[in-house]
């Protein structure tokens, strides 16, 4: 089947909708419709994507093959419910977090699950990208399949159960991740140095990992070294300057202590 | 001053010792002497870099510019005292988490310090190393100065007390994000998917930081987001096949909600 014999219909008008949307036009999919309840929203995502813009559910059209609910986690099953006028129609949510059950309202449903990080201006790489999929029927299986195929080489079929294990190694990997980089933010800019004198660190730990070792091979730092002295005289500079950040430093200096 | 007109002295066969002294080696410096009392890790390195191989100490010569050394942390003072037969030589340390009053027993003492972490048989790229660089006189700060200048463009000059909170910093967005992937890899692993899967997010992470925005501007997550349903999901998901980092994902939560 040709990408450009695939009909999909995305209701939602943020970063997932944008960024996913962009990728399947690009891939040659024809995107029938864009849903969102806000106007602008819905015609600046239309647009840019040959689609039509739709504001109100009950005028979707039952020509696509696949609908695609890229929108926040809590409105997928009210969503999903308001779909139920779709007849025998494959419904699919983008979320992480979210069962699969959400989308009970529909005989024939699924998981199209990007695991990557959207912002707005951010550009993704799709290539590079893990795209999750999940259906409760083999043939729709298979034609997820099939269209993420399109858009990375990276397809996994995963499970709920999976998924929701995933979500959290994502929170862990990413987010928290993230709040550590800001935390060395914040010390640097307090000591007069720039941020930027800590990129090459970061940059170099994750390019450190590769799929031949475990992270923990390549630990280094002085709880891994079971250094007192310097964890003493960190804590000591955390409580002084940083105070809300000794919980922090203890609980990561102990787990690493015990994984050695 | 060209740098093969500045002769230097390795104290250490360490990961340090060994990028440090064949990126000075590269760089055109004359490696004098490396010193190590493990005769054969003394004779590898120093073939490397040809230079001379000391395993006793007495037997370094005074004909270096600078002594760097490249030792762990709790050695250097024992080291400095222990090289105090040079006479008004300048002597350096590598450390993030040691003071410069460390070396003491010199006249002429400075601070060489590579922002990086080092594994053997991982390349480090020095144009993108920072080095932070201090000494007690000016003419050897300007000296170090230059020698960090033929290894990167990124020469910070740093104080001890800067050098003491960047290296808690360090730690925050090295060591700790590495522990984090660590989690991820056991995370994705205990459910029978590849760690793999979260490699590009996990990548992307750290391709959005930049140094017009700071990381918290880029958080994503339930915890940002007050997504309380996803965050009660995760916790007892954690608490039944993760327990030990229960507390982890709550202190990084509560630290995330609060700086929203």
């Known amino acids: 089947m040709e990408s450009h014999e695939i009909h999909i219909t995305i209701i939602g ?3 997932v909708a944008t960024h ?9 999919f024809i995107i029938e ?4 309840r806000n106007a602008k929203k819905a015609a600046e995502l239309a647009e840019v994507i040959y689609a039509q813009p739709i504001t109100e559910l009950h005028k979707l ?11 926040s986690d809590d409105a997928i099953g009210l969503m999903a419910d308001n779909l139920s006028f779709l007849d025998n129609k494959l419904v699919v949510h983008t979320s992480g977090a979210t069962p699969s059950t959400a989308l009970q309202a529909h005989k024939r449903r699924g998981v199209f699950y990007p695991l990557q990080t959207f912002s707005e201006d951010v550009e993704v790489d799709f290539e590079q990208l893990p795209i999750c999929i999940d259906a409760n ?4 299986r298979k034609l997820l399949s099939l269209i993420a195929s399109y858009l990375t080489p990276l397809v996994y079929k995963v499970n709920d159960e999976q998924r929701a294990q995933l979500h959290v190694a994502a929170v862990f990997v990413n987010n928290f991740s993230n709040y550590l980089y800001q935390i060395g933010c914040e010390i640097t800019e ?3 140095l720039p941020f930027d004198i800590l990129l090459p660190l970061i940059q170099q730990t994750v390019k450190k990992i590769d799929s031949d070792y ?5 630990q280094t730092g002085p709880a891994v070294r079971g250094d007192k002295a310097t964890i003493k005289r960190h804590l000591k500079l955390i409580k002084q300057e940083f105070p809300k950040y000794s919980k922090l430093y203890k609980t990561m200096t102990e787990l690493i202590e015990v994984a050695e």
Do not use: C, H, R, W
């Open 13 to 15: 008008s943020g970063n």
């Open 20 to 28: 996913l949307g962009l990728a399947l036009m690009e891939a040659g």
């Open 33 to 36: 419709e864009v849903f969102s």
């Open 61 to 71: 059209g039952q020509d696509s093959d696949v609908y695609i609910l890229a929108i």
């Open 137 to 140: 029927k083999k043939e729709d």
């Open 190 to 192: 307090a000591t007069d």
């Open 214 to 218: 475990q992270p923990i091979d390549f």
